[in-house]
């Protein structure tokens, strides 16, 4: 088997012979799922793997998975991505790995999608993290955000190299420091097998007005320099989610759990600890 970019784990197969790639670290009956966001290159492992040693450490089983489209997950052409069409699927790959009750963890895209995982399959998460989550606003909203742009930019026009994409996490992160030549290659690589047009088919659409119908407590973090999700959706998940927390944090971009993991590591694991009922 040819080397990958990122750590090679699990598959689960999630209905029309497709499937999902996951890594599964711990062990226990206290679960954690992590969901990355969108991007050229995206993974569970690029973007979480800062974090998730800290959980297995503490005792959770954890899981780190790859969105069909991205990491070592298939990536059809002619693929669904849809929120509601991805959900399904992540309750098919959580079904294969015997998971029946979990915390989801995601950023950006993968925010909405646990959203909508706990959405439609309430019995399923006990609690939501989030980091800056997409589905907030309306897309005219997010298009207007330098970091999106700045995507459309290199996917469509300049084209992903590993320049290119440094480029971007300029915008991605407050702290240029944590811009690491090992991330760039684990995102370079995974890029060069998406379809070209994957940026096009993701459907993330506004959950504003489904968000107060969220049953799990919510924990959500939030970068005031955020150039991708405006900071707005964090007032609207403060206002509208019953049982939530906001954390807003200065000095920050887009990846709250990269830029301050100590931060997020223990903030997160007291959440998952607590009994909020």
């Not at 991007?39 to 959770?60: E, H, M, T, W």
């Not at 919510?218 to 707005?232: H, I, Q």
Request: proline residues 4%; hydrophobic residues 40%.
């Amino acid at each position: 088997m040819s080397k990958t970019p990122i750590p090679e784990g699990k598959y689960a197969d999630v209905g029309d012979g497709l499937k999902m790639h996951y890594l599964d670290e711990g062990a226990g009956d206290r679960v954690l799922v992590f969901l990355h966001g969108s991007g050229p290159g995206a993974s569970s492992y690029s973007n979480f793997k800062s974090n998730y040693p800290f959980f297995v450490a503490a005792g959770y089983r954890v899981l780190l998975c790859d969105t069909l489209g991205f990491g070592l997950s298939d990536k059809p052409d002619d693929g669904d991505y849809s929120l509601p069409a991805l959900a399904k699927r992540y309750k098919a790959l959580l079904d294969a790995a015997g998971v029946t009750k979990a915390t989801l963890c995601g950023n950006s895209q993968g925010g909405a999608l646990c959203i909508r995982l706990a959405l439609d399959y309430p019995d399923l998460v006990t609690k939501l993290v989030l980091m800056a989550p997409g589905g907030m606003e309306e897309r005219e909203v997010y298009m207007g955000m330098s970091g999106i742009r700045a995507m459309a930019k290199t996917v469509y026009k300049l084209g992903i190299t590993p320049e290119s994409m440094k480029e971007l996490f300029k915008l991605q992160l407050y702290r240029q420091d944590l811009i690491t030549d090992e991330t760039i290659a684990e995102r370079y690589g995974i890029a060069l097998t998406q379809p070209k047009d994957i940026m096009q088919k993701l459907r993330v659409d506004n959950q504003e007005h489904e968000i107060a119908n969220l049953q799990c407590p919510v924990l959500c973090f939030w970068g005031v320099n955020d150039d991708w999700t405006p900071m707005s959706g964090a007032v609207k998940i403060a206002q509208r989610v019953k049982n939530s927390r906001v954390v807003l944090i200065s000095e920050c971009g887009h990846w709250v759990m990269v830029e301050y993991a100590k931060l997020f590591n223990e903030t997160t694991l007291k959440f998952l600890n607590e009994d909020l009922g």
